[in-house]
């Protein structure tokens, strides 16, 4: 496809369980980007991957969240133990690089409830 | 980090108005990019503009980038312009990762 995927769409599951988060950047684009959003609120930055390595991730909330990108195009997110307040719209965006003059499109969103 | 102020946070509009929605940041950028955000929640891009005037259609952006502020002006608002409008800033070098408003919620009324 033309832009950025993500999948699931939806995804309900139960405190405490684990759950992976899948998204293919549009193809090519180097960079890729996890943010979170709260109802209410704009996204917030989660973590940024060029290529295959995790170049920054400050905006991760604790070490129950990690990410992953392998072979440097899709990306998972990964949640142990959910927890109730990890509830939100986990938005994956990609950029053609680094650097002025690129801009960041963004997928279509996982809304992640925990019971 | 850098802060993002956008104005005002909820705005109802007659079809066929005009609007002006604000984006206040406190620090110098090196990006700057206006979203829509659809009832659907699909962020769309509408503006990539760290300095500058561009339009497109009906819309049309200013980045005063001296100034720290950005507009984005719609005229002869459709039904189908509601939504959340977020404007999104990137500071030059490490991830330039974005960092959002809150948005400005508009609904447009028939």
């Known amino acids: 496809g033309a832009g950025v995927s993500q999948t699931p769409s939806n995804k309900v599951t139960e405190k405490g369980k684990y759950v992976e988060l899948r998204c293919d950047p549009i193809?090519?684009?180097?960079?890729l980007y996890w943010y979170r959003q709260s109802l209410g609120q704009g996204p917030e930055f989660l973590i940024y991957?060029?290529?295959?390595?995790?170049?920054?991730d400050s905006g991760l909330p604790n070490d129950r969240f990690f990410a992953v990108r392998p072979e440097g195009s899709v990306s998972t997110l990964k949640i142990q133990r959910t927890e109730r307040g990890d509830s939100a719209v986990y938005l994956c965006?990609?950029?053609?690089?680094?650097?002025?003059?690129?801009?960041?499109?963004f997928g279509p969103g996982t809304r992640l409830t925990v019971l | 980090g850098i802060q993002v102020e956008q104005s005002p946070p909820d705005l109802i509009l007659q079809e066929g108005a005009n609007s002006t929605l604000r984006c206040n940041f406190s620090?110098?950028?090196?990006?700057l990019q206006w979203f829509h955000q659809n009832p659907w929640g699909q962020l769309i891009n509408l503006f990539y503009?760290?300095?500058g005037t561009k339009q497109n259609g009906r819309l049309s952006a200013t980045t005063v980038a001296t100034e720290r502020y950005s507009l984005l002006y719609i005229s002869s608002s459709q039904t189908t312009d509601s939504g959340v409008y977020f404007c999104?800033?990137?500071?030059?070098?490490?991830?330039?990762?974005?960092?959002f408003g809150k948005g400005t919620k508009l609904t447009v009324n028939p």
């Open positions: 991957f060029q290529g295959t390595g995790a170049a920054d």
């Open positions: 503009i760290p300095s």
């Open positions: 965006a990609s950029r053609l690089k680094a650097g002025a003059g690129n801009e960041q499109f």
């Open positions: 620090d110098s950028v090196n990006n």
């Open positions: 999104a800033v990137g500071t030059q070098g490490g991830s330039e990762k974005l960092v």
């Open positions: 193809s090519g684009h180097t960079a």
